[in-house]
């Protein structure tokens, strides 16, 4: 039995402390933001936050979260109160088919809480280059990111 604190609740779940995490998030625990993509760490699209910081949830074990405030997608903000970044990517209409956004959204929320005052488009850039998107929607997703940044949000 594992003890993990996910988006603000303490859950156990019954697992093999090796599961990767994306699968707990996913099947145990019900949340939808991650995705499974490459499973290799290298798409983003499993990127959660790790006592702030951007993880790869495909790559880290369920049992090394225990312990740790994990934040999924979910946690960031409610239908009613989103987070700045997510409301910045509805109004810049930032998905296309939505896989990457989890992983998009989430690696900009570390890049917010760590370097909130220095953002300009090639930060950004540099920050997501390693999250994969195949629509075409990164010239959106840097315009949301610094318009989430600047305090303009919706």
Not at 40 to 63: E, K, N
Not at 141 to 150: G, I, K
Request: hydrophobic share 40%; aromatic share 2%.
């Amino acid at each position: 039995m594992l003890r993990l604190s996910v988006n603000g609740r303490t859950t156990e779940v019954e697992v093999d402390p090796a599961t990767p995490l994306i699968f707990v998030l996913r099947n145990d625990l019900e949340l939808n933001g991650p995705k499974l993509g490459c499973g290799r760490a290298q798409c983003g699209a499993c990127t959660v936050l790790v006592d702030g910081r951007a993880v790869r949830s495909c790559q880290m074990r369920a049992g090394d979260a225990v312990g740790h405030v994990v934040t999924t997608l979910e946690g960031l903000g409610t239908p009613e109160r989103p987070h700045p970044l997510q409301a910045a990517f509805i109004a810049e209409q930032a998905a296309q088919c939505g896989y990457c956004t989890n992983g998009m959204i989430m690696q900009a929320a570390a890049l917010l809480q760590e370097r909130p005052a220095s953002l300009d488009e090639a930060t950004v850039k540099e920050v997501l280059d390693h999250n994969l998107c195949r629509c075409g929607t990164q010239p959106r997703v840097v315009r949301a990111v610094l318009r989430a940044a600047n305090g303009r949000g919706a």
